[in-house]
Structure formats: structure tokens, C-alpha cells
């Protein structure tokens, strides 16, 4: 892969995922910010691009190349990964959480006061996602494996109701923007999801999936911002649809 300090983080997570590990450990944003160049993004963060560049190449060679490549899946398959892995984590994970957030509430509030904001942004977080994915599951998900077909047999296919695939992916594109600066918001309150020195082991156990929550959606924003989304734009200039 040719880095360069003009290339998006995003397409060079979207070329080889092994990359998001280095990001990952420079709170690089990959997902909602796959856009800013890495230049920009080394910038922002007081970080030497050079070294960036060179940690990336060293985990691409120390790492095996994995069979997760999803730049190289279908579309449609990619869409069905995205909602039965990532979807139902939320939907699966996300109660869990909140309950426990519920009960941390309880026991540590008056100690540690910005756990009721955690609760607050997490639960708001759910309910948005909740109907985020429904959107997607309904209406551009549908869509897109329809996309896939058409590219694939060249069979004409009928025009959705929300004219250009770009309408609903530049609105879920702003919902993952929502997303992200919420877990930034949790993570600022908490001193990077800190446990303090009286907390309990639901206090552990709690950031500890808050932690995993927040990389789960790190990677489902980035399966659809940095290869899901651009791929259907560019397919949707390809098709023939059905006259009306």
C-alpha cells in the first residue's frame, strides 16, 4: 500500500483495516473524519506524519493479512455484514449497557456526577441508532443490494422514492457524525473511560464495554462511510433504471 501524508485516513483504513490499530492508538478519526487527510489529521493532534506513516508500514508487515477484507466484498454482501454483525451488536449489547449505566448511577452518582451524563448521552445514542438503523434496514439497505444486482446482471432497476443514493447516505453520514461526537463527549467527562481509584468492578466491567460499544461503531462508521457509501455512489452512475 503507498502511503503518503496527502492520502485520507479513511482510504487507507478502507485499502487494509490493519491500519485502524495505529489509528486507534492515536484517537485518529478514520470513521466520522475519514475525509481529512493524514497530514491534517497528524496536524491536529501535534503528531509527526512521518512516524505515523512508518508505525503503519511496521503493523502492516508484523501483521498477517487477514480474510476480513471488506473493500473487496460485493456491496450487497457488505450491506447484510453491516446489519447482522454490527446492528445487532447495538441491539444486543446496548440494554446491557444501559442498565448497567443505570445501576453505576445509582452507586457512584453522588461520587462521580458525570456518570449521569454518561447515561444520558448513551441513552440518547441508543435511541438514535435504534432509528438509524431501521432507516437503513428499510430503505438504503434494500437499495443497495438492488445496486449490486443491477451492476452485476446489467438488468435495469426501478428508482427509489428518495431520488439519488446520496440523499440517504448524506443523511446517515450525519447521523454517524452524531454518534461520534457523543462518545467524544463520554470520553472527555470520564478521562478516557478512567475507572477511579473507588470504583467497582461494575464500574470496571461497565467502561470496559463502553470501550468495545464505542470500537464496534467505530468500524460499522467506517464499513459504510469509507466503503459502503463512496462504492454506491459510484455504482449508482452505472445502472440503467426502470423507465418510469
Not at 107 to 120: K, M, S, V
Request: hydrophobic fraction near 40%; glycine fraction near 6%.
Amino acid at each position: 500500500m503507498e502511503i503518503t501524508p496527502e492520502r485520507t485516513v479513511g482510504s487507507i483504513v478502507a485499502e487494509d483495516y490493519r491500519a485502524a490499530a495505529v489509528m486507534d492508538r492515536y484517537r485518529i478519526e478514520y470513521c466520522c473524519h475519514g475525509g481529512r487527510s493524514l497530514q491534517e489529521s497528524c496536524e491536529r493532534l501535534k503528531l509527526d506524519p512521518r512516524q505515523l506513516m512508518d508505525e503503519i508500514r511496521a503493523a502492516l508487515a508484523a501483521m498477517p493479512a487477514g480474510v476480513d477484507d471488506a473493500g473487496t466484498w460485493p456491496l450487497d454482501q457488505l450491506a447484510d455484514h453491516v446489519e447482522t454483525v454490527h446492528h445487532r451488536y447495538v441491539e444486543e449489547r446496548g440494554p446491557i449497557l444501559k442498565n448497567n449505566l443505570a445501576k453505576l448511577c445509582e452507586e457512584h452518582g453522588e461520587a462521580h456526577p458525570e456518570l449521569f451524563t454518561i447515561q444520558d448521552e448513551f441513552s440518547t445514542c441508543l435511541g438514535a441508532m435504534a432509528m438509524h438503523m431501521k432507516k437503513e434496514e428499510l430503505l438504503l439497505f434494500p437499495f443497495v443490494r438492488k445496486l449490486a444486482k443491477g451492476a452485476r446482471t446489467g438488468e435495469p432497476i426501478k428508482a427509489a422514492r428518495f431520488g439519488s443514493v446520496e440523499n440517504p447516505v448524506k443523511a446517515m453520514m450525519e447521523d454517524h457524525n452524531d454518534e461520534g461526537a457523543r462518545f467524544r463527549r463520554m470520553r472527555a467527562v470520564s478521562d478516557n473511560f478512567t475507572v477511579p481509584a473507588d470504583g467497582s468492578p461494575l464500574y470496571t466491567t461497565t467502561f470496559n464495554m463502553l470501550k468495545e460499544f464505542e470500537h464496534d461503531l467505530h468500524r460499522h462508521i467506517h464499513l459504510e462511510n469509507n466503503i459502503m457509501f463512496p462504492r454506491a455512489i459510484e455504482m449508482e452512475k452505472h445502472v440503467t433504471y426502470v423507465p418510469q
